[in-house]
């Protein structure tokens, strides 16, 4: 009895297992999936613990630092003098420089005044820390791009699939029709064989849309951290938002862009921490003072007692250095310029990449509507070719034509859909957003769009 109930279990974990593997993704659940498996992520995060330790470094050099140091030195000649006892009389010989000297001295150090050095240096770890988060952000975002233009690129192929698919159906109806024809006496042997090169032809076009799918299952696959030919369902998406294309400006995004890209917040607090550099660079050329103290543990010898302590006021001015403070200066404010012209960079970089997402999310609903409206059309062109050339009406041309046609709307149809789909998604991605900050920004715009109108018809 024991041994089926464990073969249960088994059997039942290994039907679990196996539904876990089929069971389809969202793009929702691939995206986590990168950004939990992807060496990028794991990369940006151990930059943040290696600037984490840098701040901590900042500060523990300002604080107390108590160390120990012992040593055991043998040594030669040894030095040495005879006295008389004065209770006895005897000679006694005292030591003055030992064989063998044992020390151990404990000693502790503190920065009193700084003048600028300790909150330069601290602020300057801190900002960088605050730059490095902000870092992993844009990693996240664009990680976040690449897994959505491959979970469309996937389910695209698998369309053209499909659009394939239908192609080489509808093409054997043809064939079969034509065959038909020619065993009635009413076509030419013509027919049957252009119908068969274009069933060939159409073959070989479903098979390089199978090959399609399977390259775009590979591309998501290895983002997501899985072998290349791991069997992959994904769920379909959405429609994409109805919203007028003429009514969505560049002028929102981009103030939106500004504000919220992490690219930007991180060279702004590159910046700050670059200013910090030079305040530190030149807090340099001030005094320091520093208090120390020590404790000693030695061997005992005839002028010396086997202890002693002291403590210290340590007053250092920089005098002379050859000019190493005033370089160090002039590296810091380079480094700085450099930081400046960077954001500047970005700041112009990033309006350009949200002006080409708005254009380009404009042009790929434009082209949804239209690839629909002339798929609707060739739907039809080839239904009345198909019925006039069964009837013997029409010619096999007028067949071939609108078959041509129709499977190129449907490509095109396929295309556009997956296309407004990853257009949207660089959208949110230029904007610094999420999606659903970017769909109420699309949502909103269009209502203030059509309040304007509407005002404009009443006057």
């Known amino acids: 009895m024991r041994k089926w109930l464990s073969v249960l279990l088994v059997f039942i974990s290994f039907s679990f297992a196996v539904g876990q593997e089929t069971q389809p993704l969202t793009l929702q659940q691939c995206i986590e999936i990168a950004l939990k498996t992807h060496p990028l992520i794991r990369l940006s995060y151990r930059q943040l613990d290696a600037a984490l330790a840098r701040s901590q ?21 040894t030095v040495s003098f005879t006295v008389p006892n004065p209770l ?12 063998d000297m044992r020390t151990l001295t404990g000693e502790i150090r503190q920065s009193l005044l700084t003048f600028g050095r300790k909150s330069a240096s601290i602020r300057s770890a801190e900002f960088q820390v605050n730059a490095t988060s902000k870092t992993i952000q844009a990693v996240q975002a664009q990680l976040t791009l690449r897994v959505t233009e491959a979970y469309a690129d996937v389910l695209a192929a698998q369309a053209m699939e499909e659009v394939a698919r ?97 690219e930007l917040r991180s060279s702004e607090w590159q910046i700050r921490a670059a200013e910090e550099l030079v305040k530190l660079a030149k807090a340099d050329k001030n005094p320091l003072v520093l208090l120390t103290g020590s404790y000693v543990r030695q061997t005992r010898t005839g002028f010396a007692e086997d202890y002693q302590w002291g403590v210290n006021l340590v007053v250092q001015f920089p005098i002379f250095d050859s000019g190493r403070r005033e370089s160090v200066i002039r590296e810091r404010e380079a480094t700085l310029e450099q930081a400046l012209a960077q954001r500047e960079n970005f700041e112009r970089q990033i309006a350009l990449e949200v002006e080409q997402a708005v254009r380009n999310f404009q042009v790929a609903l434009q082209r949804l509507k239209t690839a629909r409206a002339a798929l609707a059309s060739a739907e039809e062109a080839f239904r009345l070719a198909q019925v006039r050339y069964e009837g013997g009406v029409g010619t096999q041309v007028e067949v071939w034509d609108a078959q041509v046609a129709l499977t190129r709307a449907r490509a095109n149809e396929v295309q556009a859909f997956y296309d407004a789909h990853k257009a949207f998604a660089r959208l949110v991605y230029a904007t610094g957003l999420s999606e659903s900050e970017v769909l109420k920004l699309l949502k909103s715009l269009s209502a203030f769009a059509q309040i304007s109108l509407d005002g404009g018809e009443k006057r």
């Open 88 to 99: 006895t009389g005897m000679p006694v010989s005292i030591e003055i420089v030992k064989r």
């Open 166 to 262: 239908q192609a080489v159906e509808r093409v054997k109806i043809v064939l079969k029709t034509a065959q038909a024809r020619y065993e009635a006496g009413v076509a030419p042997k013509f027919d049957v064989l252009r119908a068969e090169a274009e069933l060939a032809a159409a073959e070989e076009q479903m098979l390089m849309a199978q090959n399609g799918v399977v390259l775009a299952k590979a591309v998501l696959n290895q983002i997501l951290g899985r072998p290349t030919n791991a069997p992959i369902d994904l769920i379909s998406l959405p429609e994409p938002l109805d919203v007028p294309p003429e009514l969505i400006q560049s002028g929102p995004f981009i103030k939106q862009a500004m504000a919220n890209r992490p």
């Open 57 to 77: 470094q900042a500060k523990a050099q300002w604080l107390p630092e108590l160390t120990f140091t012992g040593v055991q030195r043998r040594q030669g000649p």
